[in-house]
């Protein structure tokens, strides 16, 4: 699935998708953050550090009866503009 069509289809912008899963009837759609989106979540600088990478799952829209999971790696940054330490 291109990016566009993913945007098209679940409304998410910054990320990618890079790999489809299906088991037990979940349809999984993996999708780490582009590396020119990843900002302080603070003060929108891009001069960050990743620190750890957190994979969280949210629920979609259902694809015909099966269940639709959209799995986020979500990196935290530290930033050194104002110093927080957050997850995007």
């Known amino acids: 699935?291109?990016?566009?069509?993913?945007?098209?289809?679940?409304?998410?912008?910054g990320y990618q998708q890079t790999r489809?899963?299906?088991?037990?009837g979940v349809t999984r759609f993996h999708v780490p953050p582009r590396g020119k989106t990843i900002c302080c979540p603070s003060?929108?600088?891009r001069n960050v550090i990743r620190r750890r990478l957190r994979q969280r799952e949210f629920?979609?829209?259902?694809?015909?009866?099966?269940?639709?999971?959209?799995?986020?790696s979500l990196p935290r940054v530290?930033?050194?503009?104002?110093g927080a330490v957050r997850q995007i």
């Open 1 to 13: 699935m291109s990016t566009t069509l993913f945007y098209q289809s679940f409304g998410i912008r």
């Open 20 to 24: 489809i899963e299906f088991s037990k």
């Open 43 to 45: 003060c929108d600088s």
């Open 59 to 72: 629920r979609a829209s259902p694809i015909g009866l099966k269940r639709t999971v959209v799995v986020a």
């Open 78 to 82: 530290q930033c050194h503009d104002c």
